[in-house]
């Protein structure tokens, strides 16, 4: 599956956005999709991310009640809402896919069989 991220922007603190991730080649709802971030000189680090089958949605524990994670199969489409934005929060983020059944916290994980990657899109929160 190839992915393709997009929705990023400058806007300011408290803000929403949201983020969109269009899948091709392959239908998404074999997979598991996770977002990540990766800000200047940090590590990527795991946002939200929602299980294959069951659809089950999973949050880094700083991120829980601000961002959501959503599927919409028939565009074969996944997205992140994020409310409340915050100058931490800006950062490149990615969408990614991993053909797996697993449901759980190492869906966070970056490194957990997600072998598939968008290119990223830019959020920048300003104060």
């Known amino acids: 599956v190839q992915l393709q991220a997009s929705g990023g922007g400058l806007v300011q603190t408290g803000d929403s956005l949201r983020l969109s991730c269009v899948g091709s080649?392959?239908?998404?709802?074999?997979?598991?999709v996770g977002w990540f971030r990766q800000a200047p000189g940090k590590e990527r680090e795991g946002v939200a991310a929602m299980s294959s089958s069951p659809r089950r949605a999973y949050y880094a524990e700083s991120m829980k009640g601000r961002f959501a994670v959503s599927m919409n199969s028939a565009q074969n489409m996944a997205y992140l809402q994020l409310n409340n934005l915050k100058p931490e929060d800006t950062a490149v983020y990615y969408c990614?896919?991993?053909?797996?059944?697993?449901?759980?916290?190492?869906?966070?994980?970056?490194?957990?069989?997600?072998?598939?990657w968008g290119q990223g899109t830019l959020v920048t929160v300003s104060s």
């Open positions: 990614a896919a991993a053909l797996t059944t697993y449901s759980g916290d190492y869906l966070l994980r970056p490194w957990y069989e997600y072998h598939f």
């Open positions: 080649g392959s239908t998404l709802e074999r997979y598991a």
